[in-house]
């Protein structure tokens, strides 16, 4: 399984940015995605996630700034963050419960991309 994000950046507080993730794996579908961040010292947070059936779940520190949404034909996912603000600079992880039929059984776990880094400015 690969996870590969696009879209960090460096913006201006105010600004907006699109962070894109697909997914990928021969077998696999994928179901709960969703986009986690971390700053330098503190424990990696939830910022959004979405299920397969589209319920997306927010930090409070993001609702009604970021929209998460999904396309599950191509198994990816985008996170619209606007009005951003400094605090929002982090280096942002997609993540994906995956999973796939082998044999008699079904494998799979948690999947995570490399990371894209968003640097929001005062």
């Known amino acids: 399984v690969q996870l590969v994000e696009s879209g960090g950046g460096l913006v201006q507080a105010g600004g907006s940015l699109r962070l894109s993730c697909v997914a990928s794996?021969?077998?696999?579908?994928?179901?709960?995605m969703g986009w986690y961040r971390r700053v330098p010292g503190r424990r990696r947070e939830l910022v959004a996630s979405?299920?397969?059936?589209?319920?997306?779940t927010y930090a409070d520190s993001v609702k009604g700034r970021f929209t998460i949404s999904r396309d599950n034909a191509n198994n990816t996912i985008d996170l619209q963050m606007n009005s951003l603000k400094p605090e929002d600079t982090a280096e942002y992880y997609c993540?994906?419960?995956?999973?796939?039929?082998?044999?008699?059984?079904?494998?799979?776990?948690?999947?995570w991309g490399p990371g894209t880094e968003v640097t929001v400015t005062g």
């Open positions: 794996g021969i077998g696999y579908s994928f179901n709960d």
């Open positions: 993540s994906a419960e995956g999973t796939a039929v082998q044999g008699m059984g079904v494998i799979g776990g948690d999947y």
């Open positions: 979405i299920t397969r059936g589209g319920q997306t």
